[in-house]
Nanobody, 121 residues
């Protein structure tokens, strides 16, 4: 079994910054794609930023230039630095990882429990 634990959410004023962390633990042989999604009330879950293959990244247009995804492979951890936050960034942020749990085994998709980000004055 694999667990993803997010942290770093909270309440911040417009224009402020937050840094989210997502640590993967458990039966991990390798991690492929790993990144962040968000879901605002009444809306569908959407991509925020993710590592795809290798060091390639993909960002939602709405966060380009404001958010930066990074990772520490030794710690199986991915980060999301969020700057110049706007009220429309308010959502529950989820971490997702594609994990191989044993050599030659299949990929499995895992989600974290989510962390609330609220941008409000």
């Amino acid at each position: 079994q694999v667990q993803l634990v997010e942290s770093g959410g909270g309440l911040v004023q417009p224009g402020g910054s937050l840094r989210l962390s997502c640590a993967a633990s458990g039966s991990i042989f390798s991690i492929g794609a790993m990144g962040w999604y968000r879901q605002a009330p009444g809306k569908q879950r959407e991509l925020v930023a993710t590592f795809t293959s290798g060091d390639n990244t993909n960002y939602a247009d709405s966060v380009k230039g404001r958010f930066t995804i990074s990772r520490d492979n030794a710690k199986n951890t991915v980060y999301l630095q969020m700057n110049s936050l706007k009220p429309e960034d308010t959502a529950v942020y989820y971490c997702k990882a594609i994990v191989v749990t044993k050599a030659g085994g299949p990929n499995y998709q895992y989600w974290g429990q989510g962390t609330q980000v609220t941008v409000s004055s």
